[in-house]
């Protein structure tokens, strides 16, 4: 009874979807205030039925509803409670239900929290937002139904990949797809713009809040799948080019860019077609994502279970959505330009090269992508596109970036004092060439790109630190008032710059002066590495409560002081069939011993075990960074400025005397 | 000149759009790798041995020497899975009785012999292939694949991805199958 419930709630949606997407649409150009108003109902509509379906699916998987087929292909009564829940978007339909779900919650907020936003723009943003409900909910009930039944129901189901049962896996898709689907309200108000014909900066100050929340969840998203693969994948690696991989990063870079030059068209009233376009290729590329993930277009490790019908249908939309709106970028956008004019050594002129490397970063990590498949059409040969081109292509143009990132907050609007920003960077620059050279003479030559790397990281976090202490002026009195006083959106840059600075440090160390040994061993073998040595103690089998476990106990030791010991396990799920490696990490800020276990040999073979051991130096830099962006993109979305319905203080009051307005 | 500037995006939307419907169609499906070459001799190769390893090169004309089943696999040390699935293949060559050869694939030679001295050397022999004019060949779409060749030197089967947990089970079963 509940899943069908579920099911007509979420055509009521659909309904609820398609008169939102007519009526305030029609009102924003006839001026009928009614039926603009109309759209804050059927926002709240459409979230209240989208939820009651979200959560009759979800209650189907916590109580192992076995007539639901949903829930028999991808749950099984053994399966602790965590995971139950979690199976409900760890598929394909469960998957889009949340999607549509994270949608409608996007449209309902602004439905409920804008209320400053003039009335014809909420109106035509929310019926923006309507229309890509609308393509995704019939999406969902022609082709991926969640609800559908299965006569006779079996005994029980045939579980969830024992690969994906983390908790880290069991949060990474929600966080991900509030990010990804987080931006459509970014997009719906860059076409509502565009339908209107109008950006201010006052529309630039209404899209920023959004965006740095979508942004913020995205950074989490990504940095908890990545982790995901560093310690359950048992590969050692946190990022590995896949494609699936590179269509959460696409949104991420083209969404930062998004960010700075919304601070542009915010101040200074210009790069307002920019911004406007970044607003919509942000998104486009989220569709994009979901489009690859689902239709089977490229091969991954990652994929759903793809089916080309649902494929043909998802590039409907796509043709739809972001053809429609490039094509009114098209048409209306030429006519948008003005506003303040920079001189070429300006605050301005550092976002605009943050913007163009973000986004030829971007087109490279899309070329790449999508280059199997251009190739594959045109002369009909299968290739893949490796890590080597990604790090060719991706690295060199980071460089430039994070040299830029290092001076553009230290420069005034319109035009700034290039010799005089340089000259209170001294510090900074000693800092890099200083660790440079030190990392060099310590690791007796690394690969020099990582050597510099390193010197690059250390110039960004120097940097950074330096602009935030002479902003509050932190050694003089009152330091503590000053940076109580400064806006908190200022303060959530400096700390997002140090997590990128620390992103950087974490990533050239792990993947520079990475060690990695494999070893056939036996209890008793010892292993060295990194100055470190581990003796293979034993190995025992354990139960757990879906599974059997063998687990190896390795003590390690340095200098034959001991250290610590790790447990590493091999897991086999007997319902699935299937075996995950569950590693063990000793973590330090220095660097992580990682060690896993691989299933024994079969007979005959020099040993009964094989052990993987590595050392990442750094590696926990990659997580803290991760941390630094969201707690600054927390941080600016607290800011009193962005606040949605927070009452705007006056200019001459909120931006104290000697203080660079700053983000 | 601006107009057409600002149609750009909308132009490589649509060209790319272009490629995705194409991609869809035609029953193509790249998850199952179909290879022409199944049933069929293995394609002409001559590739030279990686410097620095003490393995000889890999040319057609050698595999089709060898007795017994060969098994081709495809491997890089900048790639994850092949890692993985070093221990099995190692355990497959030293075991069921087969010839383990190698292509190494877009990769250096000296990055190449690090990884096979680090991990060990299970190939009979191996060609270095730089420039993946042999993964062209063999119609590879990445790595890591590897190819089952018979007695008589007839590719058999083609298997993408690491050779791992439930990949080995499937991997044994084809191998079965050829022996029969």
Redesign the interface.
């Known amino acids: 009874m509940i899943p069908e419930l579920g099911q007509f709630a979420l055509s009521l949606a659909l309904i609820a979807a398609v008169v939102q997407s007519v009526l305030p649409m029609l009102g924003a150009a006839r001026g009928n205030a009614l039926w603009m108003q109309s759209a804050q109902a059927s926002a709240l509509a459409q979230f209240v039925l989208i939820a009651f379906a979200f959560g009759a699916l979800m209650r189907s998987y916590v109580v192992s509803d076995f007539t639901v087929e949903n829930v028999v292909n991808n749950s099984h009564s053994l399966k602790p409670m965590l995971y139950k829940i979690a199976g409900t978007w760890g598929n394909h339909e469960g998957s889009l239900l949340l999607w549509v779900f994270i949608l409608a919650g996007f449209g309902a907020a602004v439905a409920f929290y804008g209320r400053n936003i003039p009335m014809a723009l909420k109106a035509r943003t929310l019926s923006v937002q309507a229309w890509i409900s609308v393509g995704f909910i019939s999406f969902m009930l022609f082709t991926s139904n969640p609800f559908t039944r299965v006569f006779p129901p079996p005994l029980d189901g045939n579980d969830l990949n024992p690969l994906l049962q983390d908790v880290g896996l069991a949060i990474h898709p929600p966080l991900l797809y509030v990010g990804y689907v987080g931006f459509s309200i970014v997009f719906s108000f860059a076409v509502a713009a565009l339908i209107e014909g109008r950006v201010d900066p006052a529309w630039a100050r209404w899209v920023r809040p959004w965006t740095l929340a979508a942004w913020t969840s995205l950074t989490a998203g990504i940095g908890l799948g990545s982790w995901w693969a560093y310690y359950e994948l048992g590969w050692g690696g946190w990022w590995f080019w896949d494609p699936v991989e590179n269509v959460s990063f696409m949104p991420w870079l083209v969404g930062t860019a998004l960010l700075h030059s919304a601070i542009v068209t915010e101040k200074r009233d210009t790069f307002k077609s920019w911004t406007i376009l970044l607003a919509i290729l942000t998104f486009s590329l989220s569709l994009l994502g979901t489009f690859i993930v689902r239709s089977g277009l490229l091969t991954s490790v990652h994929a759903f279970a793809v089916d080309p019908e649902r494929g043909i249908y998802i590039l409907g939309l796509l043709i739809l959505s972001i053809g429609g709106s490039l094509a009114l970028f098209a048409w209306r956008a030429p006519s948008m330009e003005g506003g303040g004019l920079f001189a070429p050594v300006s605050r301005e002129a550092g976002l605009l090269i943050n913007n163009l490397l973000l986004t030829t970063a971007t087109a490279t990590v899309l070329f790449g992508t999508l280059y199997p498949l251009f190739l594959e059409a045109i002369t009909g040969d299968k290739i893949s596109v490796g890590p080597p081109f990604f790090n060719a292509g991706f690295i060199p143009i980071m460089m430039p970036l994070l040299l830029v990132m290092g001076v553009g907050p230290f420069m005034s609007w319109k035009r700034a004092d290039l010799q005089g920003v340089l000259s209170r960077l001294k510090v900074a620059l000693a800092a890099a060439v200083v660790t440079s050279l030190i990392v060099w003479y310590v690791t007796t030559g690394g690969p020099v790109l990582a050597i510099i790397m390193m010197g690059i990281g250390v110039w960004v976090l120097v940097a950074s630190v330096q602009e935030w202490g002479r902003r509050v002026k932190l050694f003089q009195d009152g330091a503590w008032a000053r940076i109580r006083r400064q806006p908190r959106a200022s303060h959530g840059m400096t700390l997002a710059h140090i997590g990128v600075a620390l992103l950087v440090l974490g990533a050239t160390g792990s993947s520079a002066w990475k060690e990695d040994l494999v070893a056939f061993a036996d209890p008793g073998a010892k292993i060295d590495i990194a100055g470190f040595e581990l003796t293979f103690e034993s190995v025992e089998r354990q139960r757990g409560p879906n599974y059997i476990a063998d687990v190896a106990t390795l003590s390690v030791t340095r200098d034959g002081e001991f250290v610590t010991t790790l447990y590493p396990e091999r897991r086999f799920y007997p319902t699935a069939g299937s075996t995950t490696t569950e590693s063990s990490i000793r973590q330090t800020l220095a660097g992580d011993l990682y060690a896993s276990i691989a299933e024994p040999a079969a007979e005959g073979a020099k040993s009964d075990w094989l052990l993987r051991v590595l050392y990442e130096p750094l590696v926990n830099f990659l997580w803290i960074g991760t941390m630094f962006l969201v707690l600054g993109g927390s941080l600016s979305l607290t800011d009193r400025r962005l606040r949605v319905g927070a009452p705007r203080k006056s200019k001459s009051k909120a931006a104290p005397i000697g203080a660079t307005p700053a983000e | 000149m ?2 057409l500037l ?2 750009l ?2 132009v490589v ?2 060209i ?2 272009g ?6 169609s035609g ?1 193509r ?3 199952s ?1 179909p290879s022409e070459f199944i049933s069929k001799p293995v394609p002409q190769i001559d590739l030279a041995a990686i410097e620095g390893v003490e393995r000889p090169g890999l040319s057609t004309a050698d595999i089709n020497d060898m007795d017994g089943i060969k098994l081709l696999n495809f491997f ?1 040390s ?4 092949c ?2 699935e ?2 099995n293949l190692t ?1 497959l060559g ?2 069921e009785g087969v010839t383990l050869i190698g292509i190494n694939y ?1 990769d250096k030679p000296e990055a190449a012999a690090k990884w096979l001295e ?2 060990g050397n299970p190939y009979v022999a191996l060609g270095s292939d730089y420039s ?1 004019r042999g ?2 060949e063999l ?5 890591p694949e590897t190819f089952i060749i018979d007695a008589d030197g007839i590719i058999r089967h083609r298997f ?2 690491p050779v791992v ?2 990949g080995l089970r499937r991997f044994l079963e084809a191998l079965d199958e050829v022996r029969q």
Request: aromatic share 8%; glycine share 20%.
């Open positions: 601006k107009r600002f149609a995006p909308l939307a649509m790319i759009g490629f995705a419907i194409w991609g869809l029953g499906d790249p998850s790798l890089a900048w790639c994850g899975p890692r993985a070093h221990p355990r030293q075991e877009k680090e991990l993946g993964g062209i119609g590879i779409s990445g790595v993408a991805g947990g439930d």
